[in-house]
Structures are given as structure tokens and as C-alpha cells.
């Protein structure tokens, strides 16, 4: 049975040169515009509420104290959405001032894991890493040049992570020290296809990623098969997360910094916010519970 009964509507016109980090917390959606240095929060019956950011903006998940984890430009900060401000925490590539956070998500055990990327998309500086117990960063993959997800298995034990310009996504078996081995290839994205960007995994495992350049999400089992294809009216879906009641709305964030002016006439609403129903629900965001 498919997974999706609907069809891709533009539910916030942002028109965002790179909007990324759908994730649904209590009843509210919270996403990011990394260029233009936003968040975001798409609320109850509609609301919308945005603040500034200090700079790039990559992601931003909530922790079990009730503020958020930001990934910033320059390393993890604490949001504080009462006041607005973002208090440095740790930077994980001090040597590496080109370089950008850019993509999250936090394990059952409450583990924040992130990507960093090399900001001008090009050099191989970018890793997976894992905010530990001790509040230091550690790398846990090798370096690619846009690293995205990662994203968790339901169970809590496998780990999957993106690389994005080699079309690759990669899985990996979580340590109960949060360390990962075993780490295997579990999909490969031809370009033509489009390239792999943000996943989320559903409640029966299945990996979803949005495709850039590919006007598309794909819905992959957790062996790798490809199950399902859902089109979309833009061509950069940059990730996709599951929110609603009972986690059966699929959020997806666009991007149209790579559009020129006549291929905006073919897609006016690059750079939106697009939610869709479907019919097999999501996995709840866990807060981050440990490192803080």
C-alpha cells in the first residue's frame, strides 16, 4: 500500500534561498532558512513566528531542559525562543573556518548527532559527529563534502547518514557507547536522479530522503529498495520530517538558491514550506538529553 494519500501543497510562501531542519515539536513545526539566517516555527491553527539567527543556521532540535540545540556557522549554541538569544556551547572544527553545521537529529538515548560541510560545497571537510557525554564533539565518520541526515532507526541501533554529492547513503550500527561500527553503503542516488539530501525514517523503518535537483522525495525500505516516489512542483527538496496528529503529515523544506529567473517561472514556489498526508506515521522527536 502506498504511503502517500495527497498530494505536495505550499503550506508557508518563503520563496527561501535554503530553508532545511523540518522537526515537530509538541505542536509546532521548526525549520530553518540557513542563508538567510532564520528560524522558523509553523504553530497551532497556522501561527508563524521566525527569529534571527547570528549566522548560517543548519538546524535546531529541543533539549529536555525546554530550550533547543542550534548548529550554527560556528559551532552548537542553546536557543532560548522566550528571548531570542543564542548562547555559544562548543565549536567542533575550530580549524575549520569554512566549513558550516548543517543537518541533525538526536537517537532514543537522547544523543545529538550532526553534520558539518564545507560551506563553498566543494572540499571533502565534513563528518557525522556525536555530542558526548562530556560536552566535546566527536567525529564519527569519514569526511565528505556535504554531509546530511543523519537520521535513526526506530529501534535506536542503526544510524543513517548522507553524502550527499557522491549520491550515497550510508548506514551504521550504534554502539551503546554511541560509538558506530559496521558501517555499510545501503543506497546509491544515480545524479541524474537528483541528490541525496535530508532523511527521516518512519514507524516502520522505512528511510524517506528529498532528492536536489530531483523534484522528488524517495521512500526506501530499511534494505535499501526503493518503495515509493512522491513528485514535487520544485526541484530541491533539502529534507523532510513527519509532524501532525499522529505524525501522519509529511513536512518537507525547499530551497531556490540554485534557481535562475527562467527556471523560476517553472517553479514559482521553490523555497516553500510543502506538507502532505500520509498513511504510515512518523517517529516523535526525542530531546537531547545528554552532553548538556
Same mark, same amino acid.
Given at each position: 500500500?502506498p504511503a502517500? *494519500?495527497?498530494? $505536495?501543497?505550499?503550506?508557508?510562501?518563503?520563496?527561501a534561498p535554503?530553508? %532545511? #531542519?523540518p522537526? =515537530?515539536? @509538541?505542536d509546532?513545526?521548526?525549520?530553518?532558512?540557513?542563508?538567510?539566517?532564520?528560524?522558523?516555527?509553523l504553530?497551532?491553527?497556522?501561527?508563524?513566528?521566525s527569529?534571527?539567527?547570528?549566522?548560517q543556521?543548519?538546524?535546531?532540535?529541543?533539549?529536555?531542559?525546554?530550550?533547543f540545540?542550534?548548529?550554527l556557522?560556528?559551532?552548537?549554541?542553546?536557543?532560548d525562543?522566550q528571548?531570542g538569544?543564542f548562547?555559544?556551547m562548543?565549536?567542533?572544527e *575550530?580549524?575549520? $573556518?569554512?566549513?558550516?553545521?548543517?543537518?541533525?537529529?538526536?537517537?532514543? %538515548? #537522547?544523543?545529538? =548527532?550532526? @553534520?558539518?560541510?564545507?560551506d563553498?560545497?566543494?572540499?571533502?571537510?565534513?563528518?557525522?559527529?556525536r555530542?558526548g557525554?562530556?560536552?566535546?564533539?566527536?567525529?564519527?565518520?569519514?569526511?565528505?563534502?556535504?554531509?546530511n541526515?543523519?537520521?535513526?532507526?526506530?529501534?535506536?541501533?542503526?544510524?543513517?547518514?548522507?553524502?550527499?554529492?557522491?549520491?550515497?547513503?550510508?548506514?551504521?550500527?550504534?554502539?551503546?557507547?554511541?560509538?558506530?561500527s559496521d558501517?555499510?553503503?545501503?543506497?546509491?542516488?544515480?545524479?541524474?536522479d537528483?541528490?541525496?539530501?535530508?532523511?527521516?525514517?518512519?514507524?516502520?523503518?522505512c528511510?524517506?530522503?528529498g532528492?536536489?535537483?530531483?523534484?522528488?522525495v524517495?521512500?526506501?525500505?530499511?534494505?535499501?529498495?526503493?518503495?515509493?516516489?512522491?513528485?514535487?512542483?520544485?526541484?530541491?527538496?533539502?529534507?523532510?520530517?513527519?509532524?501532525?496528529?499522529g505524525?501522519?503529515?509529511?513536512?518537507?523544506?525547499?530551497?531556490?538558491?540554485h534557481?535562475?529567473?527562467?527556471q523560476?517561472?517553472?517553479?514559482?514556489?521553490?523555497?516553500?514550506?510543502?506538507?502532505l498526508p500520509?498513511?504510515?506515521?512518523?517517529?516523535?522527536?526525542?530531546?537531547?538529553?545528554?552532553?548538556?
Amino acid at each position: 500500500m502506498p504511503a502517500q *494519500p495527497g498530494e $505536495p501543497q505550499s503550506v508557508w510562501t518563503l520563496g527561501a534561498p535554503l530553508l %532545511e #531542519g523540518p522537526v =515537530w515539536v @509538541g505542536d509546532a513545526l521548526w525549520f530553518v532558512d540557513i542563508k538567510s539566517r532564520k528560524l522558523h516555527c509553523l504553530g497551532p491553527d497556522g501561527t508563524k513566528q521566525s527569529w534571527d539567527a547570528p549566522e548560517q543556521i543548519g538546524f535546531c532540535l529541543p533539549t529536555v531542559q525546554g530550550d533547543f540545540i542550534a548548529g550554527l556557522q560556528s559551532g552548537l549554541a542553546r536557543f532560548d525562543p522566550q528571548s531570542g538569544a543564542f548562547a555559544p556551547m562548543v565549536d567542533p572544527e *575550530p580549524h575549520r $573556518p569554512g566549513n558550516r553545521l548543517n543537518d541533525a537529529t538526536v537517537d532514543s %538515548e #537522547g544523543r545529538l =548527532w550532526f @553534520g558539518t560541510m564545507d560551506d563553498g560545497e566543494r572540499e571533502k571537510t565534513g563528518h557525522i559527529y556525536r555530542l558526548g557525554a562530556d560536552g566535546r564533539c566527536h567525529a564519527e565518520t569519514a569526511a565528505v563534502s556535504i554531509s546530511n541526515g543523519p537520521a535513526v532507526s526506530p529501534d535506536g541501533r542503526t544510524l543513517y547518514h548522507v553524502d550527499t554529492l557522491g549520491g550515497r547513503i550510508h548506514a551504521a550500527t550504534i554502539g551503546a557507547d554511541g560509538s558506530l561500527s559496521d558501517e555499510r553503503l545501503l543506497i546509491r542516488i544515480a545524479p541524474t536522479d537528483g541528490y541525496p539530501d535530508g532523511p527521516a525514517v518512519d514507524a516502520e523503518g522505512c528511510i524517506w530522503v528529498g532528492l536536489y535537483n530531483g523534484w522528488a522525495v524517495r521512500r526506501y525500505s530499511p534494505a535499501g529498495e526503493l518503495l515509493e516516489t512522491i513528485r514535487f512542483p520544485v526541484s530541491a527538496i533539502t529534507k523532510v520530517a513527519f509532524g501532525g496528529p499522529g505524525l501522519t503529515t509529511l513536512y518537507a523544506t525547499t530551497a531556490r538558491k540554485h534557481v535562475g529567473e527562467a527556471q523560476l517561472a517553472k517553479e514559482p514556489l521553490a523555497g516553500d514550506l510543502f506538507a502532505l498526508p500520509v498513511s504510515v506515521a512518523g517517529i516523535p522527536a526525542v530531546p537531547v538529553s545528554i552532553g548538556l
